[in-house]
């Protein structure tokens, strides 16, 4: 394809489009909620919540066994009652739950996830996470960690997740197979969600910056294509 200014400027919108600032959304659960200590700019939400939980109990944040793990806060941990299961079943078995909302204009990209986990005897052997841009159909990675009620780090980074502009997503974080008991099973602490908000429509600046830049390429273009004088 023939080099223009036009496409060259194309090209540099394009790029201007889906530019977004890597960042991450950071829970370490020190004020005893889910709502996360680190946010991003353009987005919202975030708060961490859990699902498929056993008979009536509920989502606990305290220091029972604070974590210990490498870059760990060692505060508050979020703390759930794992359902029995056999094998991972996205309608039953126990998960970690948020949604991202992102402003006006933006859409989510999403590229990884670290945090630390513990798992008691019957707690899950395997963490996967789902997001609803498929319906949780599918997983966007999985890692095994051991039941030995010792704090492990997790990172599951070999996933690229993108939502429709002003579309939120929600991530769920299933654990499975695992037992039952009555007391806490499974924790987690420190997550760090590698996401950016991408903006649709360039800022006012970024047009500025383009109209000169379209300026520039045209001068030096027309020069280029000047006739040498005799």
């Known amino acids: 394809m023939k080099t223009t200014p036009r496409t060259i400027l194309s090209s540099a919108l394009f790029l201007t489009f889906i530019s977004g600032v890597r960042a991450?959304?950071?829970?370490s659960f020190t004020d005893g909620t889910g709502a996360p200590s680190t946010t991003v700019t353009h987005l919202s939400g975030g708060v961490l919540s859990a699902g498929n939980l056993v008979g009536t109990s509920s989502l606990?944040?305290?220091?029972?066994?604070?974590?210990?793990n490498s870059g760990a806060s060692g505060g508050n941990n979020a703390a759930v009652r794992t359902v029995a299961s056999a094998s991972l079943s996205t309608s039953s078995s126990t998960y970690f739950e948020f949604t991202v909302t992102p402003a006006a204009g933006y859409q989510i990209s999403a590229t990884g996830l670290t945090l630390g986990s513990r798992s008691a005897?019957?707690?899950?052997?395997?963490?996967?996470?789902?997001?609803s841009v498929d319906s949780f159909s599918s997983a966007l990675g999985s890692i095994v960690t051991s039941t030995n009620s010792t704090w492990t780090s997790v990172t599951l980074s070999s996933f690229s997740v993108a939502a429709a502009a002003n579309t939120p997503v929600t991530f769920r974080l299933y654990g499975a197979p695992s037992g039952t008991t009555t007391s806490a099973n499974w924790r987690v602490d420190d997550l760090s969600f590698s996401v950016s908000a991408i903006s649709a429509i360039p800022e006012p600046s970024t047009y500025a910056a383009?109209?000169?830049?379209a300026a520039l390429l045209g001068a030096v273009w027309h020069r280029r294509r000047r006739p040498p004088v005799a």
């Open 210 to 213: 383009l109209a000169g830049t």
């Open 24 to 27: 991450q959304i950071v829970w």
């Open 121 to 131: 005897g019957t707690g899950p052997t395997t963490l996967s996470l789902f997001s």
């Open 60 to 68: 606990a944040f305290n220091t029972t066994s604070a974590s210990t």
